[in-house]
């Protein structure tokens, strides 16, 4: 599904609750995560809707290495020649994404929570057990970045130790990837939160780096899974932390 402007100019791909954006701008456009492999026809199909060429995309950058955010990345690049962007404590799980680690076993959590086995059966449909990594990054410098839509990068560790979100100031947005979900796949819970320990490596740590998510004051929260979250970023953090770890 194809959700056009969910911040000014910036566009929401979703297939099988996974979530990635493309950022346009007069002098390109910007893709954050590459989502699961079959999500590049519709990124194609959203471009083509926009009058957008494929060529006009200045890269992929990627709020972290988990397999459901590499998804179509190594692809495009070998069609476009197009960099790939991940923070340095990232790339080699860009380039492995299944080799994680988390607190909790992530196989056996499911069926202690029935609600997610939908959500991660159409993960799988979709391809989420056959992604390849992309072993040539650049590293994502945590900085105001010459990017379309000029994001500035934060380095906000706990989910992965690389991992980042994406704050687009005249925009009123923040892309929060993984550090903040409105839909936690692996447990089917919905509404503001840090992912389950099934999928996060510190989740201590997940819920210090949401202050980084309301520090930007962003209206409009982009989540790498669930809806987008109009409340605003400091209403967002405060239900996660309601939440807590799970």
Not at 38 to 59: F, N, Q, T
Request: net charge negative.
């Amino acid at each position: 599904m194809i959700t056009h402007d969910v911040a000014p100019g910036i566009h929401l791909i979703t297939r099988a609750h996974v979530n990635c954006y493309v950022v346009e701008d007069d002098d390109g456009l910007l893709l954050v995560d590459a989502g699961l492999p079959k999500m590049w026809h519709e990124v194609l199909e959203a471009l083509d809707y926009r009058g957008r060429r494929p060529d006009e995309i200045r890269g992929i950058a990627l709020t972290h290495g988990h397999f459901d955010h590499v998804g179509f990345a190594r692809g495009a690049q070998h069609e476009l020649g197009i960099p790939v962007w991940v923070h340095a404590k990232d790339m080699p799980l860009a380039a492995h994404p299944y080799r994680y680690a988390t607190e909790r076993n992530r196989l056996l959590y499911p069926f202690t929570h029935p609600k997610s086995l939908p959500v991660l059966g159409r993960m799988v449909t979709a391809g989420a057990l056959r992604i390849k990594g992309v072993e040539q990054t650049t590293a994502l410098d945590v900085k105001a970045l010459d990017l379309p839509g000029l994001p500035v990068a934060f380095h906000t560790p706990g989910h992965t130790d690389g991992h980042c979100i994406l704050h687009f100031p005249d925009r009123d947005a923040v892309i929060s990837g993984d550090a903040l979900v409105t839909l936690d796949p692996y447990t089917g819970n919905r509404g503001p939160q840090i992912v389950a320990s099934a999928a996060t490596k510190d989740t201590a740590q997940a819920l210090q780096s949401l202050q980084a998510v309301a520090a930007t004051g962003a209206t409009i929260v982009l989540p790498g899974h669930g809806e987008p979250f109009s409340g605003g970023a400091d209403a967002a953090v405060e239900q996660a932390l309601r939440v807590g770890a799970h």
